[in-house]
């Protein structure tokens, strides 16, 4: 396969033992380049994952992995002594020079980690059962970090989820209208600015501070083959100083509906109640014991207002030229942004329900 990097010379960085044997571009998601590298490691083949990170993305690359080296330790030490201890946190393989990523030739910043094996993400939620299993996955993760030792982790994207600053960015996009994409999404563009009230609730609410994922999609939590348990949380490039809310808002953006991200026919796309209901159960089960009262008014709320932002900013990059998010096709981040919006009214008629619902448990 020709692939855009030499993933061999890229291995030897790393302190890994045997043979290479191949490589190969993986998963699906939308910022870095994710490759599964394969060694003959005494006969048998051991595998991992590379990843270039993307440094337009990060402009901070090396506090981003100071930020992944602490938090996968402290995970690891949790999770020490259980019988399948390396399929429950990220481990880091260090380089030769015992850093936690390497810079090759090209100035690349690549990372590796053992590979989770007879375990997978999925890009669409398919039962109430997964979105159970992702919530629980998603509120232990915070939990087990509710203890990590200072200092504060770096913040790699700053106001990544600060929704009026997003609000803002779309805002100076449709006025720019650079690459004169502004007449393909009125309706889009009608739709958010419609809806300015929603961005700063959670900022007011003066919610604590807490570790968070922040880029809790469904696709980022790997699920058991053989038990379908949540068995590691995946992708921790923008775990910082943020909102419980924020993580449980964008479960419900991407796990209660069992449309893509990026499905054109929009009659699929809609928040289905059972799925809301077992990330409730799911996520309570794990973070009620260190949630306070305010966090938990919230919760409901915090899906449309996440799902929201998301949609604010596939439209952004949209007016832009689709400079953040990787596209495939014409018109995929204002598809994307179709499916946001979309699932913000289909939210927006079920909300007194899933308040309901939540004040329940
Ligand atoms: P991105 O930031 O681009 O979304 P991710 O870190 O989520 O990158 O990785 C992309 C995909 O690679 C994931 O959805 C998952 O399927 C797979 N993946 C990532 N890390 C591992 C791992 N340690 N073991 C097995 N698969 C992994
Ligand atoms: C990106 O890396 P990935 O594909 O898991 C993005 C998230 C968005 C998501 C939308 C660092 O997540 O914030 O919610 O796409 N990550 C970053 O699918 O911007
Ligand atoms: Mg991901």
């Given at each position: 396969m020709n692939l855009k990097h030499d993933l061999r010379a890229v291995a030897r960085l790393f302190q890994i033992y045997g043979d290479f044997w191949g490589a190969e571009p993986y998963g699906s998601g939308h910022i870095n380049d994710t490759y599964r590298v394969a060694f003959n490691q005494g006969g048998s083949r051991v595998r991992y994952i590379f990843q270039r990170i993307n440094a337009g993305v990060f402009k901070t690359p090396a506090a981003l992995m100071e930020n992944v080296r602490r938090v996968t330790a402290h995970l690891g030490e949790k999770s020490a002594g259980q019988p399948d201890r390396s399929r429950r946190a990220?481990?880091?393989?260090p380089t030769r020079?015992?850093?936690?990523?390497a810079l090759d030739e090209?100035?690349?910043?690549w990372r590796a980690y053992v590979f989770i094996e007879e375990a997978r993400t999925y890009d669409a939620v398919e039962s109430p059962g997964q979105a159970f299993e992702a919530a629980k996955a998603f509120g232990r993760f915070q939990k087990l970090l509710t203890d990590l030792?200072?200092?504060?982790l770096h913040d790699t994207i700053p106001d990544f989820h600060h929704t009026p600053r997003r609000f803002a960015a779309l805002e100076k996009a449709v006025q720019a209208d650079a690459v004169n994409r502004a007449r393909l999404a009125a309706a889009e563009i009608e739709f958010a600015l419609g809806r300015r009230s929603l961005c700063g609730v959670l900022l007011d609410a003066r919610l604590p501070e807490r570790v968070t994922h922040n880029d809790t999609k469904f696709n980022n939590v790997m699920l058991d083959d053989a038990t379908?348990?949540?068995?590691?949380v995946i992708d921790l490039d923008t775990v910082m100083p943020g909102l419980a809310l924020y993580d449980f808002g964008d479960m419900v953006r991407t796990a209660t509906s069992p449309a893509r991200e990026d499905e054109r026919d929009l009659s699929k796309v809609a928040l289905q109640f059972p799925m809301f209901e077992a990330l409730a159960r799911g996520y309570l089960e794990s973070a009620a014991d260190f949630l306070s009262?305010?966090?938990?008014?919230?919760?409901?709320?915090?899906?449309?207002?996440?799902?929201?932002?998301?949609?604010?900013?596939?439209l952004t990059d949209f007016l832009t030229g689709d400079a953040y998010f990787k596209v495939r096709r014409e018109n995929h981040n204002l598809d994307r942004c179709r499916t946001q919006f979309r699932l913000v009214e289909s939210i927006e008629r079920q909300e007194e329900r899933m308040q309901q619902l939540v004040e329940s448990i």
């Open positions: 990220l481990t880091l393989i020079d015992h850093q936690p990523f090209r100035r690349n910043y030792p200072g200092p504060r379908g348990e949540g068995i590691c009262p305010a966090e938990k008014r919230w919760l409901a709320f915090s899906g449309k207002l996440i799902t929201f932002e998301i949609g604010l900013r596939f």
